[in-house]
């Protein structure tokens, strides 16, 4: 039985891949005096720390000018859920199991990642300034005993083997989002118990799985 079911953000609910590029790009291009884009930046971009990655560009002081301009930038590119989520996080209330969140992102920035409507629908938010951050199992754990649920009675559904990892140290199932941002394979290699590979199966999928409300 499982009484909840506990989400990453990025790459699974939210699709924000070509605007954490494009807030690379933009940062690249205005420390370096010179246009950065997306095309040029490095391969794994989107999954590599962004110090890592604008460090690589060439620009000097990367924390520094990501701690003044990460947000504004983010804040301006193109984010939307994904098809599916808002139906598939309704079925899953309906159905009497709680729902959380365990993302890396800050809590300011939840208000305008993501819309008022999946902000209702999740019973807690665990941000990066709550917990240390996944593979660490500890934001799971966090969110478990916020919510009352032990780790028996719930499934996580992440995106990379990192979200696995997290999952599979508190005890939690694992679930994999094969449509974000480390493909199916990577989450199978990391241990998921199974991959969904469409976000329209969020509610159906995660109901199949031995997702039900717990007895009482």
Same mark, same amino acid.
């Given at each position: 039985?499982?009484?909840?079911?506990? $989400?990453?953000?990025?790459?699974?609910?939210?699709?924000?891949?070509?605007?954490?590029?494009?807030?690379?790009? !933009?940062?690249?291009?205005?420390?370096?005096?010179?246009?950065?884009?997306?095309?040029?930046?490095?391969?794994?971009?989107?999954?590599?720390?962004?110090?890592?990655?604008?460090?690589?560009?060439?620009?000097?002081?990367?924390?520094?000018?990501?701690?003044?301009?990460?947000?504004?930038?983010?804040?301006?590119?193109?984010?939307?859920? $994904?098809? !599916?989520?808002?139906?598939?996080?309704?079925?899953?209330?309906?159905?009497?199991?709680?729902?959380?969140?365990?993302?890396?992102?800050?809590?300011?920035?939840?208000?305008?990642?993501?819309?008022?409507?999946?902000?209702?629908?999740?019973?807690?938010?665990?941000?990066?300034?709550?917990?240390?951050?996944?593979?660490?199992?500890?934001?799971?754990?966090?969110?478990?005993?916020?919510?009352?649920?032990?780790?028996?009675?719930?499934? $996580?559904?992440?995106?990379?083997?990192?979200?696995?990892?997290?999952?599979?140290?508190?005890?939690?199932?694992?679930?994999?989002?094969?449509?974000?941002?480390?493909?199916?394979?990577?989450?199978?290699?990391?241990?998921?118990?199974?991959?969904?590979?469409?976000?329209?199966?969020?509610?159906?999928?995660?109901?199949?799985?031995?997702?039900?409300?717990?007895?009482?």
């Amino acid at each position: 039985m499982t009484g909840a079911v506990l $989400f990453d953000m990025d790459g699974v609910l939210l699709d924000s891949r070509e605007a954490v590029l494009a807030t690379l790009a !933009g940062i690249a291009t205005a420390a370096l005096g010179r246009r950065v884009a997306i095309t040029d930046l490095p391969r794994a971009a989107a999954t590599t720390p962004r110090t890592e990655v604008l460090a690589g560009l060439g620009v000097r002081n990367p924390d520094a000018l990501c701690a003044t301009w990460w947000d504004p930038a983010l804040a301006t590119a193109a984010t939307a859920l $994904f098809p !599916g989520v808002l139906d598939g996080l309704a079925a899953i209330k309906d159905a009497g199991i709680a729902t959380g969140l365990v993302t890396l992102q800050k809590r300011g920035r939840l208000p305008w990642l993501l819309p008022p409507g999946v902000l209702a629908l999740l019973d807690v938010t665990v941000c990066r300034e709550d917990a240390a951050p996944k593979p660490a199992p500890d934001g799971v754990r966090l969110a478990l005993a916020r919510l009352g649920v032990g780790p028996a009675e719930a499934v $996580f559904l992440g995106d990379t083997p990192g979200d696995v990892r997290a999952a599979l140290a508190a005890g939690v199932t694992p679930v994999g989002a094969g449509w974000g941002y480390a493909g199916a394979q990577a989450l199978r290699d990391a241990g998921a118990a199974v991959v969904l590979h469409d976000p329209g199966w969020i509610g159906p999928g995660l109901l199949g799985h031995r997702v039900t409300a717990p007895a009482r």
